[in-house]
């Protein structure tokens, strides 16, 4: 019996979500008194394995091929699940990002498990295997009862921290030897996008709604963005509008984001905005409308005119720099 854990990789670097991974599963492994085995598929090198352990794995199984260039959920699927079946792993723990919500249900019928998705919490209970998750657009918690022999459970970013915990690996290899036929896709060319942080990837996001009042009042926002570090996103609204471009619009319907500080300039909190936002772990909201709804999802609230606090912002930001 064991706790398996996939962690994706960028680059064959892991960043805060796969850390965030481990130490979940490994606290759920200290649960149910046994180890937790991660599982990291594509090109990294040991030294980048090792760091692994020092957030609880005790073992780390390494799949490397020639033909794993690029994600294939078919691939990676099986590859998961053959893992999960060596290792005798009761519990699966994937990220609920799109390539996590793209895994689990294939190894869930692979495996015929039951999957938790979006827990964020450690379970309740053992038996019955009990998990927690957002539901309602982040406004209640549910527990879900799953009772099939293996769980799968996909971690929402954010959720659960970073805990070390030094251990002494074993790292083993497996896997050299895939199939090609497996995948579905082919990898013939990557442009990676340069000179703008990435939402998905960003630590702080600098958002603007309708409160901008218009496309020219940006500047402010990009500067105090780019002196924090942070991407810059947007409503629904802003982009509809055209002021910005649709890759920034972050909700339900846009980007689903997980940020550890998100500033929401001059956005209202809509149901399906905050939906994509919720699992950021600080909100600061800045509204000139005291009953905006943003700020019952908000750790910190500024009320005022967008247009005149962002200067003073970008001063502050500038003298404690």
């Known amino acids: 019996m064991s706790v398996l854990v996939y962690t994706e990789n960028w680059d064959g670097k892991f960043k805060k979500l796969s850390f965030e991974l481990v130490s979940y ?9 046994t180890s937790s085995v991660a599982i990291s598929i594509g090109d990294v090198a040991e030294d980048e394995l090792r760091k692994l352990g020092n957030y609880g794995a005790s073992r780390i199984i390494s799949v490397k091929s020639p033909g794993i260039k690029t994600l294939d959920s078919r691939a990676f699927a099986r590859v998961i699940s053959e893992e999960a079946l060596k290792t005798g792993a009761t519990v699966i723990v994937i ?3 799109n390539q996590g919500r793209s895994l689990a249900p294939r190894v869930s019928v692979r495996l015929k498990a039951g999957v938790g998705a979006g827990v964020s919490k450690l379970p309740v209970s053992l038996d019955p295997f009990t998990v927690v998750k957002r539901v309602f657009s982040g406004n209640a918690f549910a527990h879900v009862e799953i009772r099939s022999e293996i769980k799968i459970l996909t971690l929402a970013q954010n959720s659960f921290g970073i805990i070390e915990s030094q251990a002494n690996p074993t790292i083993e290899s497996a896997g050299t030897g895939i199939d090609r036929s497996l995948f579905n896709t082919e990898l013939h060319d990557v442009q990676k996008q340069a000179g703008k942080l990435l939402l998905t990837d960003a630590e702080i996001v600098v958002s603007g709604g309708r409160g901008m009042k218009s496309s020219e009042n940006w500047g402010p926002l990009e500067e105090l963005a780019s002196l924090l570090g942070a991407a810059t996103a947007c409503s629904r609204p802003v982009s509809d509008e055209g002021w910005r471009p649709h890759d ?4 339900q319907t846009g980007k689903i984001i997980a940020p550890n500080l998100y500033i929401a ?3 209202s909190g809509a149901t399906q905005h905050i939906a994509g936002v919720s699992s950021s772990k ?3 909201a800045i509204n000139s409308d005291k009953d905006a709804p943003i700020f019952e999802s908000a750790q910190f609230g500024i009320i005022g005119d967008a247009q005149k606090i962002l200067p003073v912002l970008v001063e502050a930001v500038k003298a404690a720099k």
């Open 25 to 33: 599963a490994s606290r759920v492994a200290e649960m149910m008194n």
């Open 95 to 97: 990220s609920n990002n």
């Open 248 to 251: 920034e619009h972050t909700g």
């Open 265 to 267: 300039i001059g956005i």
């Open 282 to 284: 600080y909100i600061v």
